[in-house]
């Protein structure tokens, strides 16, 4: 049987974080062996934004090096940044056309980003149609999804059912993979909300990049309650936050008992056990950008035969002449 194959993407609109580390690049590691991986760094949705030029092309050179840091083998996993393979943005306008404007405009994300002030810009609305498009392009059979991404999931699906339906069988149809522990690793300031990349203050949120002082200086800092019983519970969403990381990151339960002063110094240990050795490395790798340039232009080349051919097929089933 042909190995499972795995879409994991990852926009450059901000440093990687813990949250990344724990929910998507852990598991990406850890199915390496079982799965035929692709870690996309989604440089196009970046665009879909007010955004800096520079800003883009340095976060996904730093995002290609944080991922080999932390143990991606490029061998096994290529790292592809998808602007490489122009094939995405070709199937994304073939999707469009088997995607209704509705559709597009009923998405909870484009909903919520498009309510902010200053001008929307199209590619917001069409996003979720290029993730379709970034997942159907490699034949994927698994994403993983966290909650806030099953509805772009489903739209994906609903495209591919209806394409392959109107024109003839085409895409294969993914599936969504759940991340483990950790799935969801909540904002140390906020914890009612995701720790994300561009969480206002940034004040809850780990960098895998973070000197070790800013990381301790978060943790110590983290909301907790008056509560002061170290559970999981959710009248308690802070601590049940700082139990799941120090899971996540070590495997452990905090020592019984503890206060959520030595909580916080156990769990600052263990990211600081699974950040250290990946900041050491991201260290060296960064002193020779060409060197993980030339790893995405392998990546790139590894997977476009992929991607021609899905293309290939598309366009012979719309209608176009080859
Ligand atoms: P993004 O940061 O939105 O580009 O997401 C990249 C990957 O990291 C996706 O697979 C997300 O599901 C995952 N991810 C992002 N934020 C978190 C978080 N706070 N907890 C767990 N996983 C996350």
Do not use: W
Not at 74 to 103: D, K, N
Not at 289 to 303: N, Q, W
């Amino acid at each position: 049987m042909a190995p499972t194959r795995r879409l994991t993407g990852f926009k450059p609109t901000g440093h990687l974080h813990l949250g990344n580390l724990l929910g998507a690049l852990r598991p990406l590691i850890a199915a390496q062996d079982r799965s035929e991986s692709i870690a996309l760094i989604a440089d196009l949705h970046a665009l879909t934004m007010d955004h800096e030029p520079a800003r883009v092309r340095a976060l996904a050179l730093e995002q290609a090096t944080v991922m080999l840091a932390a143990g991606v083998d490029p061998e096994r996993t290529p790292i592809v940044l998808q602007s490489h393979v122009t094939e995405h943005t070709e199937l994304h306008y073939l999707l469009e056309c088997a995607t209704g404007f509705g559709e597009a405009s009923r998405m909870i994300q484009f909903k919520e980003k498009s309510a902010a002030d200053g001008p929307i810009r199209l590619s917001l609305l069409t996003y979720p149609v290029l993730m379709a498009a970034d997942i159907l392009l490699y034949d994927t059979d698994e994403v993983p999804v966290g909650e806030d991404q099953n509805q772009h999931l489903e739209l994906t699906r609903t495209i591919a059912q209806r394409f392959n339906g109107r024109y003839g069988e085409t895409f294969r149809l993914p599936g969504g993979v759940r991340p483990g522990s950790a799935a969801r690793v909540m904002d140390l300031a906020d914890p009612g909300t995701k720790m994300g990349k561009s969480n206002a203050s940034g004040a809850g949120r780990i960098g895998l990049l973070d000197p070790p002082e800013t990381v301790r200086r978060t943790v110590a800092r983290a909301v907790t309650d008056e509560f002061a019983q170290v559970r999981r519970h959710p009248d308690q969403p802070g601590v049940t936050n700082l139990i799941d990381i120090l899971a996540g990151c070590s495997g452990r339960e905090p020592a019984d008992p503890v206060s959520y002063g030595a909580l916080k110094r156990e769990v600052a240990d263990a990211i600081e056990a699974l950040l250290e050795p990946i900041r050491a490395r991201y260290a060296e790798l960064a002193d020779d950008p060409a060197h993980v340039r030339e790893i995405l232009a392998r990546g790139a080349a590894r997977v476009r035969p992929i991607a021609a051919a899905t293309v290939r097929r598309t366009r012979a089933a719309i209608g176009l002449l080859d």
